[in-house]
Nanobody
Framework: QVQLVESGGGLVQAGGSLRLSCAAS????????LGWHRQAPGKQRELVAV???????NIADSVKGRFTISRDNTKNTVYLQMNSLKPEDTAVYYC???????????????WGQGTQVTVSS
């Protein structure tokens, strides 16, 4: 089994910054993709940013230029640096990992429990 533990959410004023972290642990051979998604009240979950094992990143247009994703493969950890936060960034942020658990398994998707980010105006 694989566990994802998120941290770093909270309440911040508009224009402020937060850094989210997500550490993966358990039965892990490798992690192909690490990413962050978010879900605001009454809305569908949406992709925020993903980063491949090689470090290539894709960032949603809505946060491009404000958010940065990075990963530390030695720690199986992904980070989301969020700057210039806006009230519309308020959501529960979920960590996602596409994990290969052993040399003969396929890729399985795992999700964290979510961390609340609230941006006040």
């Amino acid at each position: 089994q694989v566990q994802l533990v998120e941290s770093g959410g909270g309440l911040v004023q508009a224009g402020g910054s937060l850094r989210l972290s997500c550490a993966a642990s358990g039965s892990i051979f490798s992690i192909n993709v690490l990413g962050w998604h978010r879900q605001a009240p009454g809305k569908q979950r949406e992709l925020v940013a993903v980063v491949s094992s090689g470090g290539s990143a894709n960032i949603a247009d809505s946060v491009k230029g404000r958010f940065t994703i990075s990963r530390d493969n030695t720690k199986n950890t992904v980070y989301l640096q969020m700057n210039s936060l806006k009230p519309e960034d308020t959501a529960v942020y979920y960590c996602h990992a596409a994990v290969v658990r052993n040399i003969v398994s396929g890729v399985d998707d795992y999700w964290g429990q979510g961390t609340q980010v609230t941006v006040s105006s």
